[in-house]
């Protein structure tokens, strides 16, 4: 069975061929700067060469249409006719409360996502807008929803509410909701296969850091809290957002600065984190360069990611009531030996013996950072969202 997964953001669709059971990848590319007059199509068969074809791409239907094109396409295209793909998996930002796992689609499901787009006004209508033309293209073909925010379900009330009037969440379903779900509840699977246990015996501190970055607290293979909240913007430091302020900031910016609202989200989402901080970049590598050559800023900033993160990782110990394995994820997790280093610097006083000189050669592969007779384990996991969404779509359509 060939499942196409696609991730539709606001001006671009990322896509991945993918064959079932197996997970192998046929070919993944990218549709980019969807509605502006540069548009693109970066594609790449398996083993091959990647290409990019330059062309306007006005909407997400024409998005996906160039995807079907050239997939189909008998010079650079992998499959004979839109007729082999057998179905569809989605990414979705936001489920809301509506979902505590993935679905098919249906128009009760398309309903239920339209609703929740007030939760997440840039991504739903993407994501919605990808399954209507997939509707609209292949009406036959199947449709699943992977939502990000379904595996964070089950965290329990007290961890889920701010504590602003209940009506708040009742009336406005303010709530903590949690975003990366999908990563979260693969590299913890990863990590139970690969300690050789049952995830049901597990205390896991998962830590997804990338461009945007979450930590989670998974409890025998539930996640019972996690960093970001209503919104991608709470929690650790990011490359662009904040994390975690003071509320009564942004009371204080919105009186002392002439800021509309959509100016405070900007300012709150993609002028501060790492940039904010450093005045260099939000990218880890440019940060860990800079740093290295002396300048303070980038140093400020990496300690304050570093930092941060230490105390999310000393608060979901004791919510967890104990810890047995703390995993890496996402671009910084997999690759970032410095912030992975610092980490472990922070975890020393546990007594726990760190093998300092593997950590360095780590790169986006499964792997333990401890000697074996370590307490707590310290893991590196690669997260693959792609293959959790093809294998949920696989199990949903088969
Ligand atoms: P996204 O959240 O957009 O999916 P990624 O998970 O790809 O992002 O992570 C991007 C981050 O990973 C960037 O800050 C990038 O600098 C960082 N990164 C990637 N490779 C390395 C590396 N070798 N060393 C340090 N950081 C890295």
Request: glycine share 10%.
């Amino acid at each position: 069975m060939k499942i196409l997964v696609l991730n539709s953001g606001s001006s671009s669709i990322k896509y991945q061929l993918i064959a079932m059971p197996g997970a192998g990848v046929i070919a993944k590319g990218i549709v980019e700067k969807i509605g502006l007059p540069q548009g693109a199509v970066r594609h790449q068969n398996q083993g091959e060469k990647a290409l990019k074809l330059e062309r306007r791409i006005a909407n997400h239907t024409e998005g996906i249409e160039a995807i079907l094109h050239i997939l189909t396409d008998k010079e650079k295209g992998c499959i004979g006719s839109y007729k082999e793909i057998d179905a569809v998996g989605h990414r979705v930002v936001h489920g809301g409360e509506d979902f505590s796992g993935s679905v098919r689609i249906d128009e009760a499901v398309i309903e239920s996502l339209r609703h929740n787009a007030v939760l997440a006004p840039l991504h739903n209508p993407a994501n919605i807008a990808g399954i209507e033309a997939i509707k609209e293209i292949l009406p036959d073909v199947p449709q699943a929803g992977v939502f990000d925010t379904a595996f964070h379900q089950s965290i329990p009330d007290y961890a889920y509410l701010y504590a602003l009037p209940y009506s708040y969440y009742k009336e406005h379903k303010i709530r903590r909701y949690g975003f990366h779900g999908t990563s979260h509840r693969y590299v913890s699977a990863q990590a139970a296969t690969f300690l050789k246990k049952d995830i049901k015996d597990l205390k896991l501190i998962s830590c997804h850091l990338g461009n945007g970055s979450s930590i989670a607290a998974i409890r025998y293979g539930k996640s019972i809290d996690t960093s970001m909240g209503m919104t991608p913007n709470e929690g650790l430091i990011m490359g662009t957002r904040t994390g975690d302020v003071d509320a009564g900031i942004i009371q204080y910016i919105l009186e002392n600065e002439d800021l509309t609202p959509s100016g405070l989200n900007q300012l709150i989402n993609k002028k501060s984190g790492l940039l904010g901080i450093s005045g260099i970049s939000p990218d880890m590598r440019e940060l860990e360069a800079s740093a290295d050559s002396g300048d303070r800023r980038a140093i400020l900033a990496l300690q304050m990611f570093v930092y941060r993160l230490l105390k999310y990782i000393g608060a979901y110990t004791f919510a967890l009531g104990g810890v047995d394995a703390i995993i890496f994820t996402g671009g910084i997790g997999e690759n970032s030996h410095y912030i992975r280093g610092k980490i472990m610097e922070g975890l020393a006083f546990l007594g726990i013996r760190f093998e300092n000189e593997k950590n360095k050669s780590i790169r986006s592969k499964t792997a333990k950072l401890n000697e074996d007779s370590s307490g707590i384990d310290l893991l590196v996991i690669p997260t693959d969202e792609e293959r959790v969404i093809a294998m949920d779509t696989y199990e949903i359509v088969k």
